[in-house]
């Protein structure tokens, strides 16, 4: 098993930045794709961006390339969400996710089905 704690989030007005962090507690070394998700009340939790463990290609969905970039540290067991340039429609509740089997980790499919999940945090973005 593997508990994932975030941190980060929070309130911001339009253009502004926040980072989100994810760890893994324990078993690091299980798991395989790394990411966020978000989700809005009404809607589908969807992928935001991905990343390998160990770092190298990502992928973001289209609605926050440019202004999201994903990163991980292998050394600290963690990875990163910077968001900048933040839009109303970024407000959701955003989760990290963790899978051991990487299946469609860099395809914008990725579901997480099986994997893990932090607890959520809350990203609002006012005016």
């Known amino acids: 098993q593997v508990r994932l704690q975030q941190s980060g989030g929070g309130s911001v007005q339009t253009g502004g930045s926040l980072r989100l962090s994810c760890t893994a507690a324990?078993?690091?070394?299980?798991?395989?794709?790394l990411g966020w998700f978000r989700r809005v009340p009404g809607k589908e939790r969807e992928a935001v961006a991905s990343?390998?463990?160990?770092?190298?290609?990502?992928y973001e969905a289209e609605a926050v390339k440019g202004r999201f970039t994903i990163s991980v540290d292998d050394a600290k067991r963690t990875w990163y969400l910077q968001m900048d340039g933040l839009k109303l429609e970024d407000t959701a509740m955003y989760y990290c996710?963790?899978?051991?089997?990487?299946?469609?980790?860099?395809?914008?499919?990725?579901?997480?089905?099986?994997?893990?999940w932090g607890q959520g945090t809350q990203v609002t973005v006012a005016s």
């Open positions: 324990q078993n690091y070394y299980l798991l395989n794709c």
């Open positions: 990343i390998y463990s160990g770092g190298g290609v990502t």
């Open positions: 996710a963790a899978d051991p089997r990487g299946t469609d980790c860099l395809v914008g499919t990725w579901r997480n089905a099986g994997g893990y």
